[in-house]
């Protein structure tokens, strides 16, 4: 919000005050109040891709987030496919201009290795940043060698966060379990299959402003948030999966108690954007939240 303040209110202010400071209190007090006047900050620009993919600008800065995915699984999207994804390719309007690329992790549905380094060598001045596992599949592909120069390889151990700056976008990597598929293996024992998935969340800075996109984590674990100091950190924008599962009571925790987002995006629904039934509970607990229902669809915060 911008507070606007008259500047004739402020001399007659001057006028009326004491005559130790005279003439000069006008200025002193204006002086005073720049810092409340130039509160205004520029709106966040969310453009849905499908399924976690979204292009999030502020300000000058672009940053696509998990939205260099195969064509077949775009296509799943309805009013997504081939031409939006030669759109996001060629870097046409709005995918012009990225100034940084986030992958969470390697499953098909965030990323392709052929579709990141299409885009990489279709946009030279996107950088890249990415788990450990997702550098490793891209550095089997052809043509990674004339590209690792703009990838950067990012695993904070779990539980753990680290602080980057790339080309003045700053972005701090948090390391979170990726939500759990359990199944029983030969011998009868339960195995969570995505144990080993690196998957990372992302707190970015855009033009003041700040997003967190926490890729697969299940937003069911308490314990993991609590010790990431994201309530103090004044989040705009939170890109969660899987708020409406139940039990709500651990999401809850998470979002409104360790995070406390401005606002909420609700994203790795079905293709239909449909989130299910949801109860008066859910929108009681979280009564802030965007469900984005068609690709290319926009949103300010």
Same mark, same amino acid.
């Given at each position: 919000?911008?507070?606007?303040?008259?500047?004739?209110?402020?001399?007659?202010?001057?006028?009326?005050?004491?005559?130790?400071?005279?003439?000069?209190?006008?200025?002193?007090?204006?002086?005073?109040?720049?810092?409340?006047?130039?509160?205004?900050?520029?709106?966040?620009?969310?453009?849905?891709?499908?399924?976690?993919?979204?292009?999030?600008?502020?300000?000058?800065?672009?940053?696509?987030?998990?939205?260099?995915?195969?064509?077949?699984?775009?296509?799943?999207?309805?009013? @997504?496919?081939?031409?939006?994804?030669?759109?996001?390719?060629?870097?046409?309007?709005?995918?012009?201009?990225?100034?940084?690329?986030?992958?969470?992790?390697?499953?098909?549905?965030?990323?392709?290795?052929?579709?990141?380094?299409?885009?990489?060598?279709?946009?030279?001045?996107?950088?890249?940043?990415?788990?450990?596992?997702?550098?490793?599949?891209?550095?089997?592909?052809?043509?990674?060698?004339?590209?690792?120069?703009?990838?950067?390889?990012?695993?904070?151990?779990?539980?753990?966060?680290?602080?980057?700056?790339?080309?003045?976008? #700053?972005?701090?990597?948090?390391?979170?379990?990726?939500?759990?598929?359990?199944?029983?293996?030969?011998?009868?024992?339960?195995?969570?299959?995505?144990?080993?998935?690196?998957?990372?969340?992302?707190?970015?800075?855009?033009?003041?402003?700040?997003?967190?996109?926490?890729?697969?984590?299940?937003?069911?674990?308490?314990?993991?948030?609590?010790?990431?100091?994201? @309530?103090?950190?004044?989040?705009?924008?939170?890109?969660?999966?899987?708020?409406?599962? #139940?039990?709500?009571?651990?999401?809850?925790?998470?979002?409104?108690?360790?995070?406390?987002?401005?606002?909420?995006?609700?994203?790795?629904?079905?293709?239909? @954007?449909?989130?299910?039934?949801?109860?008066?509970?859910?929108?009681?607990?979280?009564?802030?939240?965007?469900?984005?229902?068609?690709?290319? #669809?926009?949103?300010?915060?």
């Amino acid at each position: 919000m911008i507070l606007s303040v008259s500047i004739r209110t402020l001399f007659r202010a001057g006028r009326s005050a004491s005559a130790g400071l005279g003439p000069l209190l006008p200025a002193v007090l204006l002086l005073a109040l720049l810092p409340v006047i130039s509160l205004g900050q520029p709106a966040i620009n969310v453009t849905y891709v499908a399924n976690e993919g979204f292009l999030v600008s502020a300000g000058k800065d672009k940053v696509l987030i998990d939205s260099l995915m195969s064509r077949q699984f775009l296509g799943r999207y309805p009013g @997504a496919g081939d031409d939006l994804f030669g759109q996001i390719q060629l870097g046409r309007a709005p995918f012009d201009d990225i100034d940084l690329v986030l992958l969470t992790h390697y499953h098909g549905d965030h990323e392709s290795s052929r579709a990141v380094l299409g885009f990489l060598a279709n946009n030279q001045q996107a950088q890249l940043v990415a788990p450990s596992q997702v550098v490793e599949l891209l550095a089997k592909q052809p043509g990674y060698a004339s590209l690792k120069g703009r990838i950067r390889a990012v695993t904070p151990k779990p539980g753990q966060t680290e602080k980057l700056n790339i080309g003045g976008i #700053e972005v701090e990597v948090l390391r979170l379990r990726h939500s759990p598929a359990y199944s029983v293996d030969s011998t009868g024992l339960r195995k969570d299959r995505y144990a080993e998935v690196e998957n990372a969340g992302y707190v970015v800075t855009l033009a003041g402003r700040k997003i967190l996109h926490v890729g697969d984590s299940g937003i069911g674990q308490p314990e993991e948030y609590a010790k990431l100091g994201l @309530a103090r950190q004044n989040i705009a924008v939170g890109f969660f999966n899987s708020l409406y599962r #139940e039990p709500v009571a651990p999401r809850s925790k998470i979002v409104n108690q360790y995070i406390k987002p401005k606002n909420i995006v609700l994203m790795h629904l079905r293709a239909n @954007a449909d989130p299910g039934p949801i109860t008066s509970e859910q929108r009681r607990v979280f009564p802030k939240v965007v469900i984005f229902q068609k690709p290319l #669809e926009s949103r300010q915060f």
